[in-house]
């Protein structure tokens, strides 16, 4: 605290602290709003957070309106929908752009003036001084904080929006995998019932003389075998729905449908995603933010030399066991014996360090997006192999061979068989399905970008 | 049963025009007598003789007899060995090779004592050659590739030229890659006749090779590698229900040549009367020699001739006694699933298969049950008689012995009309008391 004595400035800075706390107020939404522009965007679906008793309740009746109690998660896009507004986790984080806000408006006001009343005896004298103290420091950084406040709120909100995308395609993933599993499930259990018919023809036939122990034993076996595999089907699938249900928040008591949806007619087959990604990706705005402000605080030093203004990424701390502390810190020397060089020169550092940094953020997003694209693009070729040609080629091999069995030229066993196999081609075209729209989700997280979002809805059942 | 024998001279000098430079060549070529090809798989009637020394003509079963022109005393046939497609039976047809358009090629009939010259054209894609089997040759007409001749290479003209020096029953086929082109159906009948016509004459005289493919249900081509499960017993090529009745007049003196050109020996019976073996490929039988039969075994390789006089007026069958033999194509992995009833588990099968139906708990009948087979197969067992499904296929055939037809009339009578009383019928008398089998365990719950 330092004694402010003259009157004049007292007004000025009272003036002043006006003004800035003028600019920063918490807002009615605690900044949810951008964030939810942001994500709508992306994804088509809006996250909701719900901070008052009403909120939650009209969350809680739109949850109910995309899903009823036992209901039918009928599209990836309710769920995504349901788990941007129900899922805890993401409330949670929600929460911490409250914080951040919060930050944001302290930065921006004032310390509030406190009243210093000393009483010194000298002798028989008694001196009285009243003083009205303001926070000296605070109030020449101010401007400095609150920028930085901005831009710190801004990266909160961008790394939330991240999140959010994430938990958005967490939750699509999900929902293909349990709906694949289901649909898995569901053919397993027919090759098993398959299994259990020639099991029980097999050991009649034994019983009668027809069949040796050794043909029944086999076919016992078979039978054995496919049980257990359905009991491991049966699993997957209820540990997939579970994962989705954790993502929704909710328990699983609702049901799928029960096919994948179709594959779309067709997928571009070249884009340019690197530029794609480049321009949405969230955390290459948040790299150029804080590129941004480390140009900003580049300048303030070369210009005063005296404000040593070191951003975000310069006080990046890291304690082993912690997660990384970033922030701020604003110092403010008297030059009497440094006039500043070493301090510009080490913000040039910081601020190549910011670029480099960047640099290194776009190259990952490019390579990601490359990838996710290969990806999508093979995902997309295998499973229209199987839809197009594997699977129909397997059904005409069955249509042949009841053909056969018409002629009395193989069993029914071979025709039992051939169900089996039929079967399991099609899981394996379930899950080459499944497998695309992974990956098609995989790609929209990579891009993080509206276009991969036009085009599924383009092509979503 | 008109034969539709196209002439095919034109063909054969247009290509050798365009294909051969040499002047030489388009001679020899326009020196080719005429190689007629053959359409139908039907059995065409006998070829009486135009010219030459006189004989009583054979009947190919499904077949034809090779026509011929008389060059300075010499009877000159051409062969020309090609791939063709045959019809096995209707509603299947197998790409074979075979002889001027058909498989087996045609007959070839000649005389006691004929110089004969026969050109072989080698439309095959490789090469080829002829053995007449049986015969009393020039080694060096004797048709072994690499032994006595080079191979006939694809797109030439070879030719053989010997004297028919003893009357008989012969076949001729490849001796080269034979073990192929027997499996693709390169085979032939010859029958040398008596100089005297008068000679153990008959009224009637078929002729048919039996031969048999493998040939992958859906498929048209024989698998040649097969060495013993073939899938379809055929005699010139076709199997029951495509094999032509052997029609009869009642009385005639019928004879009968059969060769063998399967893998496996064919136990081939005649019902409702007995024969004589009469003839090998080594010869007649002197009549002392023979004895009397209802069933004669012909094994690989060999020819035989049985006759007999038709007394017996009806459709008798003539078949191979192999039963499997008398099947077309069926599984031989099968299980038995006679006494297993299937009723329980058919309806988990259809949920399944949904066109799915039990079969073959009762046995192997599948009397009229009509069900979509795979494409150009035939069923196991086809065709049907007066009195429902005769539940034949393979080697099997009817002798029709008939009165009032005429002399050369080959044409089917149709089913035989049994007189009123003379037919197995249902007993409608008293039943006999019911005795429960020993060690019956069949019974249907
Ligand atoms: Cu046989």
Redesign the interface.
Same mark, same amino acid.
């Given at each position: 605290m330092i004694p402010l004595v003259s009157r004049p400035s007292r007004a000025s800075a009272l003036a002043a602290c006006a003004l800035l706390a003028g600019c920063a107020q918490l807002s009615p939404d605690g900044g949810f709003g951008p964030l939810r522009e942001i994500v709508a965007q992306r994804t088509g679906a809006a996250p909701a957070w719900h901070r008052t008793p009403e909120e939650a309740a009209g969350n809680q009746a739109r949850v109910a309106q995309l899903l009823p109690a036992g209901g039918r998660l009928a599209t990836a896009d309710d769920a995504v929908q349901i788990a941007l507004i129900n899922n805890p986790d993401l409330q949670a984080a929600f929460a911490e752009l409250g914080v951040a806000e919060a930050d944001l408006v302290q930065a921006g006001r004032l310390p509030n003036p406190g009243f210093s009343f000393a009483r010194t005896h000298s002798g028989g004298d008694v001196k009285v001084e009243r003083s009205l103290t303001l926070g000296l420091m605070q109030l020449i950084a101010m401007p400095a904080a609150s920028r930085i406040e901005a831009r710190r709120f801004d990266q909160v909100r961008l790394q939330l929006a991240t999140r959010v995308l994430a938990t958005a395609a967490q939750t699509r993933q999900a929902y293909y995998r349990a709906l694949a599993s289901q649909q898995g499930l569901a053919y397993q259990e027919?090759v098993e019932?398959?299994a &259990?018919?020639a099991h &029980? %023809?097999a050991a009649?036939?034994a019983e009668?003389g027809?069949?040796s122990r050794l043909?029944a034993a086999r076919e016992q076996l078979f039978y054995a075998e496919t049980q257990t595999r359905l009991r491991r089907a049966r699993r997957e699938a209820q540990q997939d729905k579970e994962s989705l249900a954790r993502l929704l928040g909710m328990a699983p008591a609702f049901t799928l449908p029960e096919r994948l949806p179709e594959l779309p007619a067709k997928i571009d087959d070249a884009a340019d995603v690197e530029r794609q990604a480049i321009a949405q990706r969230l955390d290459i705005q948040a790299a150029r933010s804080e590129l941004e402000g480390l140009r900003l605080s580049l300048g303030l030093t070369r210009a005063t030399r005296l404000v040593n203004v070191l951003d975000l990424g310069a006080l990046r701390t890291s304690e082993s066991g912690k997660a990384p502390e970033t922030g701020y810190q604003v110092d403010i020397e008297i030059p009497l014996f440094d006039w500043g060089q070493a301090r510009v020169a080490k913000a040039e550092a910081i601020y190549m360090q910011g670029a480099n940094r960047l640099a290194a953020v776009a190259l990952d997003a490019r390579a990601q997006a490359r990838l996710a694209w290969r990806e999508r693009q093979d995902a997309y070729e295998l499973a229209r192999r199987y839809r197009d040609d594997i699977v129909p080629l397997r059904h005409r091999m069955?249509e &042949?061979n %009841?053909?056969?069995?018409?002629?009395?030229?193989?069993?029914?066993?071979d025709?039992?068989a051939d169900?089996r196999e039929q079967a399991a081609t099609v899981n394996a075209a379930i899950e080459a399905g499944r497998d695309f729209w992974i990956a098609d989700a995989a790609l929209q997280l990579a891009l993080g970008g509206p276009a991969a979002a036009e085009n599924r809805q383009g092509t979503q059942p | 049963m008109n034969p539709p024998s196209i002439s095919r001279r034109a063909f054969l000098q247009g290509s050798a025009l365009a294909v051969t430079a040499s002047a030489a060549s388009r001679a020899g070529a326009a020196g080719l007598p005429e190689a007629p090809l053959q359409q139908s798989p039907l059995t065409q009637p006998p070829l009486s003789p135009a010219n030459g020394r006189p004989y009583q003509p054979v009947v190919t079963l499904n077949g034809w007899t090779l026509p011929w022109r008389m060059k300075n005393g010499v009877k000159e046939f051409h062969l020309v060995a090609e791939p063709v497609v045959r019809e096995i039976a209707p509603g299947m047809k197998a790409n074979l090779w075979g002889y001027n358009g058909q498989s087996p090629g045609p007959t070839i009939e000649v005389v006691e004592g004929d110089r004969v010259r026969i050109f072989v054209t080698n439309k095959l894609p490789e090469a080829t050659s002829v053995h007449w089997h049986g015969q009393r040759l020039p080694n060096g007409m004797d048709g072994v590739a690499g032994l006595t001749q080079p191979g006939i290479p694809p797109g030439q003209t070879f030719v053989y030229e010997f004297t028919a020096r003893r009357a008989g029953t012969f076949m001729y086929h490849p001796h080269a890659d034979e073990m192929v082109q027997m499996a693709m159906g390169m085979m032939g009948f010859w029958v040398t006749h008596p100089r005297d016509p008068k000679f153990m004459r008959v009224d009637r005289d078929f002729v048919f090779l039996m031969n048999a493919y493998d040939i992958e249900?859906?498929a048209a081509v024989p698998k040649v590698n097969t060495m013993l499960d073939f899938n379809l017993w055929t005699w010139n090529s076709r199997a029951f229900p495509g094999i032509d009745p052997l029609v009869v007049r009642q009385n005639d003196r019928v004879r009968i040549r059969i060769g063998n050109l399967t893998m496996t020996n064919h136990p081939i019976h005649l019902h409702g009367h007995e024969f004589n073996v009469t003839g090998t490929d080594g010869g007649w039988v002197p009549p002392a020699a023979r004895w009397p039969e209802v069933a004669a075994d012909i094994a690989v390789g060999q020819m035989r001739a049985i006759e007999f006089d038709a007394t017996e007026e009806g459709d008798w069958a003539l078949h191979c006694h192999k039963a499997h033999h008398t099947m077309n194509?069926?599984?031989h992995?099968?299980? +038995?699933?006679?006494?297993?009833?299937?009723s329980?588990?058919a309806g988990?099968?259809a949920? *399944?298969?949904p066109?799915?139906?039990?079969?073959?708990d009762k046995g192997?009948a599948?009397g009229d049950m009509e069900?979509? *087979?795979?494409e150009n +197969?035939l069923?196991?067992m086809g065709g049907r008689g007066p009195y429902g499904a005769i539940e034949m296929g393979g080697m099997f055939s009817t002798v029709k012995v008939r009165r009032n037809l005429a002399r050369d009339d080959y044409r089917d009578p149709g089913w035989y009309r049994a007189p009123a009383g003379s037919v197995a019928r249902e007993w409608r008398g008293e039943a006999p008391a019911a005795h429960a089998a020993p060690g019956g365990h069949h019974e249907h719950p």
């Amino acid at each position: 605290m330092i004694p402010l004595v003259s009157r004049p400035s007292r007004a000025s800075a009272l003036a002043a602290c006006a003004l800035l706390a003028g600019c920063a107020q918490l807002s009615p939404d605690g900044g949810f709003g951008p964030l939810r522009e942001i994500v709508a965007q992306r994804t088509g679906a809006a996250p909701a957070w719900h901070r008052t008793p009403e909120e939650a309740a009209g969350n809680q009746a739109r949850v109910a309106q995309l899903l009823p109690a036992g209901g039918r998660l009928a599209t990836a896009d309710d769920a995504v929908q349901i788990a941007l507004i129900n899922n805890p986790d993401l409330q949670a984080a929600f929460a911490e752009l409250g914080v951040a806000e919060a930050d944001l408006v302290q930065a921006g006001r004032l310390p509030n003036p406190g009243f210093s009343f000393a009483r010194t005896h000298s002798g028989g004298d008694v001196k009285v001084e009243r003083s009205l103290t303001l926070g000296l420091m605070q109030l020449i950084a101010m401007p400095a904080a609150s920028r930085i406040e901005a831009r710190r709120f801004d990266q909160v909100r961008l790394q939330l929006a991240t999140r959010v995308l994430a938990t958005a395609a967490q939750t699509r993933q999900a929902y293909y995998r349990a709906l694949a599993s289901q649909q898995g499930l569901a053919y397993q259990e027919q090759v098993e019932q398959a299994a &259990e018919a020639a099991h &029980e %023809l097999a050991a009649k036939m034994a019983e009668r003389g027809n069949f040796s122990r050794l043909d029944a034993a086999r076919e016992q076996l078979f039978y054995a075998e496919t049980q257990t595999r359905l009991r491991r089907a049966r699993r997957e699938a209820q540990q997939d729905k579970e994962s989705l249900a954790r993502l929704l928040g909710m328990a699983p008591a609702f049901t799928l449908p029960e096919r994948l949806p179709e594959l779309p007619a067709k997928i571009d087959d070249a884009a340019d995603v690197e530029r794609q990604a480049i321009a949405q990706r969230l955390d290459i705005q948040a790299a150029r933010s804080e590129l941004e402000g480390l140009r900003l605080s580049l300048g303030l030093t070369r210009a005063t030399r005296l404000v040593n203004v070191l951003d975000l990424g310069a006080l990046r701390t890291s304690e082993s066991g912690k997660a990384p502390e970033t922030g701020y810190q604003v110092d403010i020397e008297i030059p009497l014996f440094d006039w500043g060089q070493a301090r510009v020169a080490k913000a040039e550092a910081i601020y190549m360090q910011g670029a480099n940094r960047l640099a290194a953020v776009a190259l990952d997003a490019r390579a990601q997006a490359r990838l996710a694209w290969r990806e999508r693009q093979d995902a997309y070729e295998l499973a229209r192999r199987y839809r197009d040609d594997i699977v129909p080629l397997r059904h005409r091999m069955s249509e &042949e061979n %009841l053909l056969r069995y018409n002629g009395m030229l193989i069993s029914v066993f071979d025709l039992l068989a051939d169900a089996r196999e039929q079967a399991a081609t099609v899981n394996a075209a379930i899950e080459a399905g499944r497998d695309f729209w992974i990956a098609d989700a995989a790609l929209q997280l990579a891009l993080g970008g509206p276009a991969a979002a036009e085009n599924r809805q383009g092509t979503q059942p | 049963m008109n034969p539709p024998s196209i002439s095919r001279r034109a063909f054969l000098q247009g290509s050798a025009l365009a294909v051969t430079a040499s002047a030489a060549s388009r001679a020899g070529a326009a020196g080719l007598p005429e190689a007629p090809l053959q359409q139908s798989p039907l059995t065409q009637p006998p070829l009486s003789p135009a010219n030459g020394r006189p004989y009583q003509p054979v009947v190919t079963l499904n077949g034809w007899t090779l026509p011929w022109r008389m060059k300075n005393g010499v009877k000159e046939f051409h062969l020309v060995a090609e791939p063709v497609v045959r019809e096995i039976a209707p509603g299947m047809k197998a790409n074979l090779w075979g002889y001027n358009g058909q498989s087996p090629g045609p007959t070839i009939e000649v005389v006691e004592g004929d110089r004969v010259r026969i050109f072989v054209t080698n439309k095959l894609p490789e090469a080829t050659s002829v053995h007449w089997h049986g015969q009393r040759l020039p080694n060096g007409m004797d048709g072994v590739a690499g032994l006595t001749q080079p191979g006939i290479p694809p797109g030439q003209t070879f030719v053989y030229e010997f004297t028919a020096r003893r009357a008989g029953t012969f076949m001729y086929h490849p001796h080269a890659d034979e073990m192929v082109q027997m499996a693709m159906g390169m085979m032939g009948f010859w029958v040398t006749h008596p100089r005297d016509p008068k000679f153990m004459r008959v009224d009637r005289d078929f002729v048919f090779l039996m031969n048999a493919y493998d040939i992958e249900p859906g498929a048209a081509v024989p698998k040649v590698n097969t060495m013993l499960d073939f899938n379809l017993w055929t005699w010139n090529s076709r199997a029951f229900p495509g094999i032509d009745p052997l029609v009869v007049r009642q009385n005639d003196r019928v004879r009968i040549r059969i060769g063998n050109l399967t893998m496996t020996n064919h136990p081939i019976h005649l019902h409702g009367h007995e024969f004589n073996v009469t003839g090998t490929d080594g010869g007649w039988v002197p009549p002392a020699a023979r004895w009397p039969e209802v069933a004669a075994d012909i094994a690989v390789g060999q020819m035989r001739a049985i006759e007999f006089d038709a007394t017996e007026e009806g459709d008798w069958a003539l078949h191979c006694h192999k039963a499997h033999h008398t099947m077309n194509a069926m599984g031989h992995g099968v299980p +038995t699933m006679i006494g297993v009833d299937q009723s329980a588990v058919a309806g988990k099968i259809a949920r *399944l298969i949904p066109d799915y139906m039990a079969m073959g708990d009762k046995g192997g009948a599948m009397g009229d049950m009509e069900m979509p *087979l795979p494409e150009n +197969t035939l069923p196991m067992m086809g065709g049907r008689g007066p009195y429902g499904a005769i539940e034949m296929g393979g080697m099997f055939s009817t002798v029709k012995v008939r009165r009032n037809l005429a002399r050369d009339d080959y044409r089917d009578p149709g089913w035989y009309r049994a007189p009123a009383g003379s037919v197995a019928r249902e007993w409608r008398g008293e039943a006999p008391a019911a005795h429960a089998a020993p060690g019956g365990h069949h019974e249907h719950p």
